[in-house]
């Protein structure tokens, strides 16, 4: 069963719609607030550094003094342990960090002492910066099922003798998402001394703490008492993790927030966040990322892959060339991985490699669908290492990042049937150094087949100007059915406002949906459910007719 936020994506953008309202009324009030006086002191000094990671002037540093910006994403390790390869599947596609979910045994199996030491070592052999994390704290107060932050600081202590001697690797994030929305303000006293419990312990390196709410600290409980907390570590190796989902959904609630923890000189990452629209809203992503990047913080996305909602893997099925959307918009978007990250330096990151690796082989086509296309070609040379391949759509002088590659072959999806496409390929290595680009290989995809479909239409319930809809689409053919459009028309003049599963276009009646990257494959006699939030007035009637990349349906 795929649970990796089964019940904290649900409850991380709240646990119900009245919620939702309270959270937007008390940041109406909140939003102009100044900073609490207490937080405007500025950040004490840090007392003894970390032996390795650490923290300065509100900044997290390596052991030598150079600043460190983690790029990079959330895997989902305690529910997937043999998927340890998606580490150096994330290191290819740019990433210089990794946030690993961990369970301390009060709510999933615990991670082993041998199991976590291989983690760490996987990380290592992979050059990422490694956090390390326990979820079983999730929702604490609010889940009855989650453990306490002095539970999961009794599970680190007892992984001392792994963890001893990696502080320029890793970092201790204590508990994951520690408190639920009851009484957020009790979040305070257990994160101070599970603090100070590690501290006692001998525990040298950098500390993360996530925000109660779910993480998404509406109720402001981390940013208020942030000072408090921050002054409680002696060392003054802490760093503050705000999780961000659909609270934070305009870019004045994301900078506001980030920005007073940057003007108090504390530290500060968005340890999560998502960016796909679902039924409880939609997160403003792009402003996250151009924040994050304005400010050289830190961001790791929510997922990798495996999730209970796939709506937030970034790659399907664990597969690098199969990232969704939401993947492509994290490695290769603007303010993205591929863009920003740079590695860090105790893995020789700027250490001086300037030399590029040899231009790839002129690709070469095969398999080609009417929505994908195989590419192979002769791989590169480095003078230290290739450290995978960027595969760029080309045309009218620009280029479009596609695809990535650990090897000298990769198949792109998500192509429109009968068009015309240009692809080229470039090479680079661990240091960032890119190779010119290889020459070009022209494609052009197949005809659509004529789909055989049935598609079902429910009002799953109103109330006065809405009503929530689902659509399930079907295919009662023999072949599956990889990439799909979905068309209709509602007659009373209904509007879509927001839709799971699927991308909404509306152009007065008439309506398109593309699908989500976990609806976008039919299998044979198999069938893909999409949902939806709409408008309407007085009458409010199905649909009578679709269609499905051009074929008519029958309506079930």
Request: proline share 4%; hydrophobic share 40%.
């Amino acid at each position: 069963m795929r649970r990796t936020r089964s019940t904290t994506r649900n409850s991380t953008t709240h646990s119900s719609l009245l919620a939702r309202l309270a959270a937007a009324l008390l940041g109406l009030v909140l939003l102009g607030a100044l900073w609490p006086a207490a937080a405007h002191a500025q950040a004490e000094p840090p007392g003894t550094q970390a032996t390795g990671l650490h923290i300065s002037n509100g900044r997290l540093l390596e052991g030598n003094g150079n600043d460190f910006v983690m790029r990079g994403v959330n895997h989902a390790h305690t529910w997937y342990p043999n998927e340890t390869q998606s580490l150096s599947d994330i290191k290819a596609l740019g990433a210089n960090a990794v946030r690993v979910v961990l369970a301390d045994g009060h709510r999933w199996t615990a991670n082993t002492a041998t199991d976590v030491a291989n983690v760490v070592t996987q990380c290592k052999a992979n050059r990422l910066i490694c956090v390390l994390e326990v979820h079983d704290t999730t929702g604490y107060g609010e889940d009855s099922a989650a453990g306490t932050l002095d539970q999961a600081a009794d599970y680190w202590i007892g992984l001392k003798n792994v963890l001893a001697g990696q502080e320029n690797y890793i970092i201790i994030n204590i508990g994951n998402e520690p408190w639920g929305n009851t009484s957020p303000e009790g979040w305070t006293d257990p994160t101070v001394a599970a603090i100070k419990k590690l501290r006692n312990a001998g525990f040298e390196h950098t500390i993360m703490v996530d925000a109660p709410n779910w993480g998404q600290d509406w109720q402001q409980v981390m940013r208020t008492n942030a000072q408090t907390v921050y002054n409680a570590d002696t060392t003054g190796n802490l760093i503050f993790s705000i999780h961000m989902y659909s609270v934070f959904d305009t870019a004045a609630e994301i900078t506001d927030y980030l920005n007073a923890f940057v003007n108090a000189k504390l530290p500060i990452l968005i340890g999560e966040f998502g960016g796909p629209a679902d039924q409880w809203g939609d997160p403003d992503e792009d402003t996250m990322m151009a924040t994050a990047e304005q400010l050289d913080l830190g961001y790791l996305a929510w997922s990798w892959s495996g999730n209970t909602d796939p709506i937030l893997d970034l790659a399907i099925d664990f597969d690098p060339n199969q990232l969704s959307s939401w993947g492509q918009r994290i490695f290769n978007g603007t303010n993205g991985i591929a863009q920003t990250a740079k590695e860090a330096t105790v893995y020789g990151g700027g250490s001086g490699d300037a030399q590029a690796p040899t231009t790839p082989g002129t690709p070469s086509a095969s398999a080609v669908t009417a929505t994908s296309a195989a590419l192979t070609w002769t791989a590169s040379t480095d003078n230290v290492g290739v450290a995978g391949y960027d595969v760029v759509r080309v045309g009218a002088g620009t280029e479009t990042k596609v695809a990535a590659s650990t090897t000298n072959s990769v198949t792109v999806t998500g192509l429109s049937a009968e068009t015309a496409y240009t692809f080229a390929v470039y090479a680079r290595d661990a240091a960032g150094n890119r190779s010119t680009r290889s020459a070009t290989v022209n494609v052009t995809t197949g005809k659509a087949p004529v789909l055989n479909c049935a598609v079902g239409y429910r009002i799953v319930g109103e109330w006065p100007g809405g009503f929530q809809g689902e659509i399930t689409v079907r295919n009662t053919g023999t072949t599956a059915i990889n990439g799909w459009t979905l068309g209709f028309s509602f007659a009373n003049g209904q509007t879509v406002s927001n839709m799971w599963g699927g991308t909404p276009t509306q152009s007065g009646a008439n309506v398109t949906v593309t699908p989500a990257s976990y609806t976008s494959s039919i299998a044979a006699a198999g069938s893909v459910t999409v949902g939806f939030i709409g408008a309407k007035g007085t009458t409010n009637a199905a649909p009578t007719a679709f269609t499905l990349n051009g074929s008519t349906c029958a309506t079930s």
